[in-house]
């Protein structure tokens, strides 16, 4: 990373397909392929260069399915109870950007076009709830079926993942419980919905008070 009067020194990540592939200071080994090998180098790589800087992640750009011309987000709610049983809520919500893709597409700085972020989104100039905060089934009956099985898959391969590693702090007796919301970008073409994030405590304001 170099130094501007806009930018601080910082550790570049690169990303591809989920995989960290290389830092700023140096190409990490080819074999590096599972979550906790890829925390480990980074530690690694971050203890080695004596410093604290803050870390960067780059992900490849994912081209987005578009509704109405415009980007969107998924908001996934499940529920995860005891050691372990999962259940996901069958209103997922579709988040609008407020502006069309195509007036922004290569501009990152067009917070209309790009952020889908509810919260973001209704301090946005021509946001409107009833536009942008919209069900999945508002897409074709065939298309939404297809997104939310692979909804479902994700979730379910991802919870399993995590069960074998042994991170099981949050599912420890029977009568706990916890509730998540899961952000997922659908790719263009292969309508196949890519898990962006996983939120704790997440809000619930896109479903409303009579939902």
Request: charged letters at 20%; glycine letters at 6%; aromatic letters at 8%.
């Amino acid at each position: 990373a170099g130094r501007s009067a806009k930018w601080k020194p910082a550790f570049l990540v690169l990303c591809l397909g989920g995989s960290l592939l290389a830092t700023s200071r140096r190409f990490l080994p080819p074999a590096v392929e599972k979550e906790h090998e890829v925390v480990t180098e980074l530690k690694k790589t971050l203890h080695s260069s004596g410093t604290s800087r803050p870390v960067w992640i780059l992900q490849r750009s994912i081209l987005p399915l578009l509704h109405q011309g415009r980007k969107f987000h998924l908001r996934v709610l499940f529920l995860c109870v005891g050691d372990l049983a999962a259940y996901v809520h069958d209103d997922v919500r579709m988040l609008l950007a407020t502006k069309p893709f195509e007036q922004g597409q290569g501009d990152s700085s067009r917070l209309d076009v790009h952020v889908t972020n509810m919260g973001a989104s209704r301090s946005v100039e021509g946001y409107s709830e009833f536009e942008q905060n919209l069900s999945l089934q508002a897409l074709e009956k065939d298309l939404a079926e297809k997104i939310m099985s692979g909804v479902i898959t994700t979730l379910a391969s991802t919870i399993s993942k995590i069960r074998a590693a042994g991170r099981r702090h949050f599912f420890t007796t029977p009568n706990c419980w916890e509730l998540f919301g899961a952000d997922f970008l659908v790719q263009a073409v292969t309508c196949r919905p890519i898990l962006l994030e996983i939120n704790p405590s997440p809000s619930l304001a896109m479903y409303g008070a009579s939902r």
